[in-house]
């Protein structure tokens, strides 16, 4: 019997007033109660709309009715099938502008909770079947690279290992997972989480060197000559940007980047690493995405007393999820849209004693179809804080391009690709956030899959017919 209820089955949440001062995770995920009583919301549509939004493209439909049937291993299978990733997907994933958004039961009330279940199952698999063992096929005796561990390399590389090939990823850090482990706060993504999932990639077989900083280390043209017949290139964004004003120099100045991996990464938040960190009393977080929220939210859990989000648009006009605004918000942090900075100002010390902005309005609609933001003259005002953290998004890191002759960028810095992924350089493909500039995790990933099939294709047609010959 279908479950007509024009609502989702409501996820349990630990209470704000206590979360924001610990990093326990969140949202504390579906029972299988809930999860088979929400499942039964699929209609199982025949056109399956929510399946051509998925750019990893998991067959959803299918999954769900394995879920409301209580089929929970089942269902994990179906999703792996074509998702490396299913527990850190269903906690991350934009799914109300992706697989969510196209749901028929969203054209009356709320679209079916894709993302809960897929967390649901990818939680239920880890928590009850250890002994789970991995279908691994034989090695086709070809070998790949990638560069870095991201959603992105992660995918490719999952897909790769499938086919046979002997894959070994060369991260930077020393913990693999890119931004999932140096972006993403413990508090909406349990870095075990992401472990599990790497884990079940190296029983598939990848490989992962860490500390192996490509272009430095070794350059791509070293991984070619050591017998790689294809590199894929998934190095993220990690360059930061800033808006460069006045004050930006100041001690009490961060990129979120920073930030967030002092927090994450590098632990700060547990006294006994030594890890610096600002204590703050008043900070200002510069910026309306995700990121931003991240940054505000673990500033909040650092101690600050007051945490303001500056942003020179309207609320409505914010990149962030609207449950990541919903949880900061929850959670005591300060939204200051139409405000935008203009000076960050400093004491005799060097360091950060206020923010001042300038109020904005709306005007004509510009280019990415949204009004354009303009200052009301004469409105400038201060904030006092102590601590700014800017997020305005980042670039790719510029070394590998710097050091490899016949690569390609734009005038962002960003990989210059084809639409299979393919770089300007024969035999190196890209994808994820080093081709398309700070995106979200499942666009990485399927710019990941996507590239596999090519790196399959070039080295089956390629450098095996010219063996032949």
């Known amino acids: 019997m279908p479950n007509i209820s024009l609502k989702k089955v409501k996820m349990p949440e630990l209470v704000s007033t206590t979360r924001n001062t610990n990093y326990e995770e969140v949202s504390l995920g579906y029972s299988p109660e809930m999860a088979m009583e929400e499942a039964l919301r699929c209609l199982n549509c025949k056109h399956k709309p929510c399946v051509s939004g998925c750019p990893v493209g998991?067959?959803?439909?299918?999954?769900?009715?394995?879920?409301?049937?209580?089929?929970?291993?089942?269902?994990y299978d179906t999703i792996t099938g074509t998702n490396a990733l299913p527990a850190v997907c269903g906690r991350v994933c934009p799914q109300e502008s992706q697989c969510e958004e196209v749901c028929v039961r969203a054209i009356k009330g709320e679209s079916v909770?894709?993302?809960?279940?897929?967390?649901?199952?990818?939680?239920?698999?880890?928590?009850?079947?250890?002994?789970?063992?991995?279908?691994?096929?034989?090695?086709?005796?070809?070998?790949?690279?990638?560069?870095?561990s991201g959603p992105s390399g992660l995918s490719c590389a999952g897909d790769l290992a499938r086919l046979g090939y002997d894959v070994t990823i060369f991260e930077a850090f020393h913990t693999p997972g890119g931004v999932l482990v140096y972006g993403i706060?413990?508090?909406?993504?349990?870095?075990?989480i992401v472990a599990d999932e790497i884990e079940r990639l190296k029983e598939l077989g990848v490989e992962i060197k860490t500390n192996m900083v490509i272009g430095r280390v070794l350059s791509i043209d070293e991984?070619?000559?050591?017998?790689?017949?294809?590199?894929?290139?998934?190095?993220?964004?990690?360059?930061?940007?800033f808006m460069g004003i006045e004050g930006e120099e100041l001690v009490g100045v961060y990129s979120a980047n920073e930030y967030l991996t002092r927090i994450n990464l590098m632990k700060a938040y547990i006294e006994y690493y030594d890890t610096p960190i600002r204590k703050s009393k008043s900070v200002a977080v510069?910026?309306?995405?995700?990121?931003?929220?991240?940054?505000?939210?673990?500033?909040?859990?650092?101690?600050?007393?007051?945490?303001?989000?500056?942003?020179?648009?309207?609320?409505?006009q914010m990149p962030a999820r609207l449950e990541e605004i919903h949880h900061a918000e929850e959670e005591g942090i300060t939204f200051k849209v139409l405000n935008n900075p203009v000076k960050i100002l400093g004491d005799e010390n060097g360091q950060v004693r206020a923010l001042e902005c300038i109020k904005m309005e709306l005007g004509e609609v510009d280019a990415s179809g949204r009004p354009r933001p303009r200052a009301i003259?004469?409105?400038?005002?201060?904030?006092?804080?102590?601590?700014v953290i800017v997020s305005i998004g980042s670039s790719p890191n510029p070394l590998i391009k710097s050091t490899t002759d016949g690569l390609e960028t734009n005038n962002r810095g960003c990989l210059i690709v084809d639409e299979k992924m393919a770089t300007t350089k024969e035999g190196v493909y890209a994808g994820g956030d080093a081709v398309t500039g700070a995106a979200t995790v499942i666009n990485a990933m399927g710019a990941g899959k996507v590239a596999a099939k090519a790196i399959d294709e070039y080295i089956m047609s390629t450098i095996v017919n010219k063996k032949a010959i």
């Open 58 to 75: 998991v067959n959803i439909p299918e999954f769900i009715q394995q879920v409301a049937s209580g089929d929970f291993l089942d269902a």
């Open 113 to 148: 909770g894709i993302g809960r279940l897929e967390r649901f199952v990818a939680d239920y698999k880890m928590n009850t079947d250890q002994d789970y063992e991995i279908k691994n096929k034989s090695k086709n005796g070809h070998k790949v690279a990638i560069v870095g």
């Open 185 to 192: 706060p413990e508090f909406r993504l349990p870095k075990q």
């Open 223 to 241: 991984l070619i000559e050591m017998g790689y017949e294809s590199i894929y290139v998934g190095t993220g964004a990690g360059l930061p940007r």
């Open 286 to 316: 510069i910026g309306g995405g995700n990121v931003a929220m991240d940054a505000a939210r673990s500033a909040k859990r650092l101690g600050a007393e007051h945490v303001f989000i500056i942003y020179r648009r309207n609320r409505e």
């Open 377 to 387: 003259e004469e409105s400038n005002f201060e904030i006092e804080v102590d601590t």
